[in-house]
């Protein structure tokens, strides 16, 4: 069973910067895609950011384009997601989630395409 933990975010004032992490438990194997997730208060779930496990191959909203990056430390299990130039509509609680043997060209931003997810941490901008 696939188990992931995001930590890092918070509270942070426009133009700010804050990078959220994912740790995979066990170890996700290659072919896989880790997405960033993000749900606003009354809005519907959005795709963010995702990478292959491989790391050779990452994706972009063209909300964050630019301003977020997703990057992979395998030998941490850990996806991160740096984000930068902040606005106040990137408040929201931002998810990771995984999609195990699915390449991210074929994943794209369709939600049940990611069968594990994670809890959730808080990210609001002011």
């Known amino acids: 069973h696939v188990q992931l933990v995001e930590s890092g975010g918070g509270s942070v004032q426009a133009g700010g910067s804050l990078r959220l992490s994912c740790t995979t438990s066990?170890?996700?194997?290659?072919?896989?895609?880790i997405g960033w997730f993000r749900q606003a208060p009354d809005k519907q779930r959005e795709g963010v950011a995702r990478?292959?496990?491989?790391?050779?191959?990452?994706y972009y909203s063209t909300s964050v384009k630019g301003r977020f990056t997703i990057s992979q430390d395998n030998a941490k299990n850990t996806v991160y997601l740096q984000m930068s130039s902040l606005k106040p509509e990137d408040t929201a609680t931002y998810y990771c989630?995984?999609?195990?043997?699915?390449?991210?060209?074929?994943?794209?931003?369709?939600?049940?395409?990611?069968?594990?997810w994670g809890q959730g941490t808080q990210v609001t901008v002011s």
């Open positions: 989630a995984a999609a195990i043997g699915v390449h991210c060209i074929l994943t794209t931003w369709y939600i049940p395409s990611y069968k594990h």
């Open positions: 066990p170890r996700t194997y290659s072919n896989n895609c």
């Open positions: 990478i292959t496990s491989a790391g050779d191959s990452s």
